[in-house]
């Protein structure tokens, strides 16, 4: 077996300090969060227990926490929809150049640049001088989408830059319509990027702070009430939320993953089963 050089073990030390850096603070809350009735905020634990985790349930102690997490929720699929449809209709229009695309492209990715607490108080006015009433499910909804279109629609337009267009010419040959080739065959085809637009939208809607700020009224979303909550709670509760959150987004994320790998599983079969029918 040959040797390793000295440098493998220098760069393996440097990306497991890379890995606890990304992923401590996660870690040291969990752990925090299963301390007993008597713990703080701080290391060494104070007993091992789910103390905190049923303090959740408790609205009276914590403030809205299950209202808001049905907010975000929401807001969140809401979010995830929107961007996939409005980056699918995106990507086909850009297939194409046409009069102002490169202005409208530079307007769409200016948005990542702005600061976001910035896109928020824009929106907050905006809504305010036409006297529409600053919501969660309007305002913030816009504002929300101000930071999750323009990477849906960078994902498309990668996506249909390597698309194989001898796709669709074979079937407008075997007799498609528009709309068919585009049903049946271009959307299950690039249904894992869609996949991949659908989780970033809802995950970046999930946990966004800045832009939901000054838009989302007198309800908060559940990002505003954590912020909220390390003003005046001082018990491991906050931790328990933390980590209760972490697990719901990791959840999340193994479903969309379990989505795409079914889908390649059942295009890799269907592409057998065409292989033998030939």
């Known amino acids: 077996m040959e040797k390793r050089p000295g440098s493998f073990y220098v760069l393996s030390a440097v990306f497991a300090l890379f890995i606890l850096f990304l992923y401590g603070p996660t870690l040291t809350i969990g752990i925090l969060s299963f301390q007993g009735p008597t713990g703080g905020l ?9 103390h905190w985790f049923r303090d959740l349930f408790e609205q009276q ?12 929720l929401a807001l969140g699929l809401m979010v995830m929809v929107t961007t996939v ?20 492209f530079y307007l ?3 948005s990542l640049v702005i600061p ?8 907050g006015l905006i809504f305010s001088q036409l006297g529409f009433k600053i919501h969660w499910a309007t305002s913030g909804f816009g504002s929300q989408l101000t930071w999750t279109l323009p990477f849906g629609l960078l994902i498309m337009f990668a ?42 939208g809802f995950t970046l809607s999930y946990d966004e702070f800045a832009r939901t700020l000054l838009t989302a009224g007198s309800y908060n979303t559940l990002p505003l009430e954590i912020f909220g909550m390390t003003t005046n709670v001082t018990t491991p509760v906050i931790y ?24 390649g599983k ?11 029918g030939v």
């Open 42 to 50: 701080t290391f060494p634990m104070r007993g091992v227990s789910l």
């Open 240 to 263: 328990a939320l933390g980590t209760m959150t972490t697990l719901f987004s990791l959840l999340i994320i193994g479903a969309f993953l379990l989505t795409v790998w079914v889908l």
């Open 85 to 104: 449809v409005v980056s699918v209709m995106g990507g086909f229009a850009f297939r194409k150049r046409f009069y102002g695309s490169g202005i409208l």
């Open 61 to 72: 102690a914590v403030g809205d926490i299950w209202g808001a997490f049905r907010r975000s």
């Open 108 to 110: 769409i990715i200016a």
């Open 159 to 200: 996506v249909f830059n390597r698309f194989d267009k001898s796709f669709e010419e074979a079937a407008r040959d075997q007799g498609a319509s528009p709309w068919q080739t585009v049903r049946y065959v271009v959307l299950p085809i690039i249904a894992p990027s869609l996949i991949g637009v659908g989780l970033f």
């Open 266 to 276: 059942r295009r890799a079969r269907l592409g057998s089963d065409a292989g033998k």
């Open 116 to 123: 976001s607490i910035l896109i928020s108080l824009g929106v």
